[in-house]
């Protein structure tokens, strides 16, 4: 079968591989289509840990073609979606129930064989079943959409809670939408991108602010700011050292920030922990997708959470090496790949 390998730092090639089979307790999956995430473009550089050489691809959707001894809950023919985060379940953080903690953490995509590929292996715990009259490309936004939720639960929005979302991409369109589900009165998103913050928009921001050519932060607190005082909530989604700097400043006192975009490992950032405490703001990591992936399959699936306007162009697989290598193009969201 075809499929997208890193094999080390830069070197990511399509070619032909030995098609797997399912072990016990596990699926073959055709896949239908995989997103092509800003982490696959961290892996490509090294600036997040994998385990090459391995398929990459962890925002995937499929038709079951081959079920191994044990499955029970699943059949062949199922459209699903795969939940790529599995956790041990023995270690002390999967005790707790922090299982996106756990000390043995394995990705499908980044430590396991993914998506990029006409077949990825599935366990039937970490699968997820799909409408079959659901648009398949849809199905892809299963996994991002679950990473935000978890950061949508860290936030504790309130309803008329005023949030600032910063950065335009899939994560900042998507907390957009569930914003406003949480019951915010006021969505503000921020982004340079004229073409996605009219998107949002029409995905349910009250209001878009351009960072460029002025200074953001007054913009958004200052006394004849959109928010003046700042926001109750700030989710910083889009993984730029500028960007979360300016999320804690932008936080009204007594505010929560939620750092969901994701930054190449050794990145600093300035803060100054005075201002933390004197307004004892909350700061929170929000880290991939615990008991979310199924909450995210319903919304996508009922039409509560728009995907479709997110998809910016579909590929093929021998493609993918070359646009995860090389940034996103200028407005671009989402890329899909299809096999």
Avoid: W
């Avoid at 929005?157 to 569930?178: F, N, P």
């Avoid at 998809?311 to 493609?319: F, Q």
């Amino acid at each position: 079968m075809r499929a997208v390998r890193l094999e080390a730092v830069g070197q990511l090639f399509a070619r032909d591989i030995e098609k797997p089979s399912p072990g016990p307790g596990q699926m073959l999956v055709r896949i239908e289509a995989c997103g092509i995430c800003g982490t696959d473009r961290h892996l490509y550089l090294g600036e997040f840990p994998a385990a090459p050489p391995v398929t990459l691809g962890h925002e995937f959707s499929g038709i079951v073609a081959e079920i191994g001894e044990g499955v029970a809950d699943f059949r062949v023919g199922m459209r699903v979606t795969g939940d790529p985060n599995i956790a041990c379940g023995r270690c002390s953080q999967c005790r707790r129930g922090r299982v996106n903690l756990c000390e043995k953490l394995q990705a499908i995509g980044i430590h396991r064989d993914g998506g990029f590929a006409e077949y990825v292996i599935l366990p039937q715990n970490q699968a997820v079943e799909l409408p079959l009259d659901l648009d398949p490309l849809h199905g892809t936004f299963c996994e991002p959409l679950a990473c935000c939720l978890h950061g949508i639960d860290l936030a504790e929005i309130k309803t008329g809670d005023s949030v600032v979302v910063l950065g335009g991409g899939v994560i900042g369109l998507l907390v957009v939408q569930l914003a406003r589900l949480a019951g915010a009165s006021r969505v503000v998103l921020v982004t340079r991108h004229p073409e996605k913050r009219a998107l949002a928009e029409r995905l349910g921001a009250t209001a878009t602010l351009d960072p460029t050519g002025h200074d953001p932060i007054a913009a958004i607190n200052g006394a004849s700011g959109l928010l003046p005082g700042g926001a109750d909530v700030v989710i910083e989604c889009a993984g730029v050292r500028e960007t979360v700097e300016q999320s804690v400043r932008m936080a009204r006192t007594g505010g929560t920030v939620v750092i969901l975009g994701v930054m190449p490992q050794g990145t600093k950032i300035e803060i100054e922990p005075f201002d933390i405490l004197f307004r004892e703001l909350k700061i929170i990591g929000s880290f991939v997708n615990p008991f979310t992936h199924a909450r995210a399959a319903d919304l996508i699936a009922s039409g509560a959470i728009q995907v479709a306007p997110l998809i910016s162009r579909t590929i093929s697989l021998d493609e993918a090496p070359d646009a995860i290598g090389r940034p996103a193009r200028s407005g671009e969201i989402r890329v899909l790949v299809l096999p």
